[in-house]
């Protein structure tokens, strides 16, 4: 059993940053593969960003590579979205999700979530 919980959303103008973090509890964090989702007003929660259980492969939307960095520090049992060069499109409701070691970027196949955090770039 994992569970989530987001913070570090909130208000930022376009061009801005912001870090988003994803806190687990769990001594076994370290082998489930974690992913960022978003989800706009009206819209299906979309894919963003996903992590390997171990750190070492990291995989992006092509909407968000380059400006987007995700990272975990197993150690903590956190994971880190780093956001750089937002634009008003980015503004959603941010999840993180785990999964037992396989990494996956399919919102279904994930099976514990936190309960999001409010991302609102304006332009």
């Known amino acids: 059993q994992v569970q989530l919980v987001e913070s570090g959303g909130g208000l930022v103008q376009a061009g801005g940053s912001l870090r988003l973090s994803c806190a687990a509890s769990?001594?076994?964090?370290?082998?489930?593969?974690v992913g960022w989702f978003r989800q706009a007003p009206g819209e299906e929660r979309e894919f963003v960003a996903a992590?390997?259980?171990?750190?070492?492969?990291?995989y992006y939307a092509d909407s968000v590579k380059g400006r987007f960095t995700i990272s975990r520090d197993n150690a903590k049992n956190t994971v880190a979205l780093q956001m750089n060069s937002l634009k008003p499109e980015d503004t959603a409701v941010y999840y993180c999700a785990a999964r037992p070691l396989v990494v996956v970027t399919t919102p279904s196949r994930f099976d514990y979530w936190g309960q999001g955090t409010q991302v609102t770039v304006s332009s």
């Open positions: 992590i390997s259980s171990g750190g070492g492969r990291t």
């Open positions: 769990g001594r076994t964090f370290s082998s489930y593969a």
